[in-house]
């Protein structure tokens, strides 16, 4: 069974910058995978996805300030995240995308503040 560890959060203030990993344990082909993030009393909510093919996506509110890369050698997926604003922290995870969702990982908690 896949699980995935996701690390590379931490407090930053507005304006900073941060890269996330996610590796994955298990079989894993590279299907289409993204990275999700939490806030306390919301629901999780898909921010930047890649395709098998490698093609990327944002949401309108991180386009232009995140970007998503893998390695595929290493089974693990990066979030370049820059110019981060106090609105992106959250707890963030990395997964298939629905409907090939696997159990989640811990996550790793990104705080922005001044």
């Known amino acids: 069974q896949v699980r995935f560890v996701e690390s590379g959060g931490g407090s930053v203030q507005p304006g900073g910058s941060l890269r996330l990993s996610c590796t994955a344990s298990?079989?894993?082909?590279?299907?289409?995978m993204g990275w999700y993030r939490q806030t306390p009393g919301k629901q999780r909510e898909l921010v930047a996805s890649i395709t098998r093919g490698g093609s990327t996506d944002y949401t309108d509110d991180v386009t232009g300030r995140f970007r998503l890369f893998r390695a595929n050698a290493l089974k693990t997926l990066f979030l370049e995240m820059n110019n981060l604003k106090p609105e992106d922290t959250a707890v963030y995870y990395c997964?298939?995308?629905?409907?090939?969702?696997?159990?989640w990982g811990q996550g790793t908690e990104v705080t922005v503040s001044p």
């Open positions: 298990g079989k894993i082909d590279f299907t289409a």
């Open positions: 997964n298939f995308l629905h409907p090939d969702i696997v159990s």
